[in-house]
T-cell receptor, first 115, second 113 residues
Framework: EPEVTQTPSHQVTQMGQEVILRCVPISNHLYFYWYRQILGQKVEFLVSFYNNEISEKSEIFDDQFSVERPDGSNFTLKIRSTKLEDSAMYFC?????????????FGPGTRLTVL | AQSVTQPDIHITVSEGASLELRCNYSYGATPYLFWYVQSPGQGLQLLLK??????LVQGIKGFEAEFKRSQSSFNLRKPSVHWSDAAEYFC???????????FGTGTSLTVIP
């Protein structure tokens, strides 16, 4: 069964450093998403991506964040200069079409720890 | 603004007992409702979803959920819990006007022998 994969499973970084979180969505999916969950809080939407551009983003997704689909399989989230409050679990998801009524398939997450 | 509340942070049940996990949402129109489960080290797996029609929906692993518009609720139920059901459960709302999901904080389920 196809699944979304994410690497690394755990990333530790120093404050101010850049990190890139990687995701491989399901191969025939066209919509891609990043969510995050700070420990003990809700899973929060960051951004959705379709046709090589951002289709929707939340207020959390500021200039420190960027997303890219560098090739036909990977979807990345970059945080330019990490802050302590960026420590969270980051989930990638994909869906074959867009719209809030359709299932999004989630990866296992990357736990980011900023020291 | 849309929001989802899962009032129970942690629930412990005995194996074989029934289970109900609560979910309340706030949204001005009919929402699209989902329950996901996350086992340790795994991604969020869809258990079931509601879009329209019959308000009682059946999902995988013997789970069901009932949409109650009057209570703005979408509670998840299982008549007899198995030890393998121990996991984190997330309720989510999708909206017609966008792609994002709105999640609750999750309910952690522990199953005791």
């Amino acid at each position: 069964e196809p699944e979304v994969t994410q690497t690394p499973s755990h990333q530790v970084t120093q404050m101010g450093q850049e990190v890139i979180l990687r995701c491989v969505p399901i191969s025939n999916h066209l919509y891609f998403y990043w969510y995050r969950q700070i420990l003990g809080q809700k899973v929060e939407f960051l951004v959705s991506f379709y046709n090589n551009e951002i289709s929707e983003k939340s207020e959390i997704f500021d200039d420190q964040f960027s997303v890219e689909r560098p090739d036909g399989s990977n979807f990345t989230l970059k945080i330019r200069s990490t802050k302590l409050e960026d420590s969270a679990m980051y989930f990638c998801a994909s869906s074959d079409v867009g719209g809030g009524q359709l299932e999004q398939f989630f990866g296992p997450g990357t736990r980011l720890t900023v020291l | 603004a849309q929001s989802v509340t899962q009032p129970d942070i942690h629930i412990t049940v005995s194996e074989g007992a029934s289970l109900e996990l609560r979910c309340n949402y706030s949204y001005g129109a009919t929402p699209y409702l989902f329950w996901y489960v996350q086992s340790p080290g795994q991604g969020l797996q869809l258990l079931l979803k509601y879009f329209s029609g019959d308000t009682l929906v059946q999902g995988i692993k013997g789970f069901e959920a009932e949409f109650k518009r009057s209570q703005s609720s979408f509670n998840l139920r299982k008549p007899s819990v198995h030890w393998s059901d121990a996991a984190e459960y997330f309720c989510a709302v999708g909206v017609k006007s966008g792609n994002q999901f709105y999640f609750g904080t999750g309910t952690s389920l522990t199953v005791i022998p």
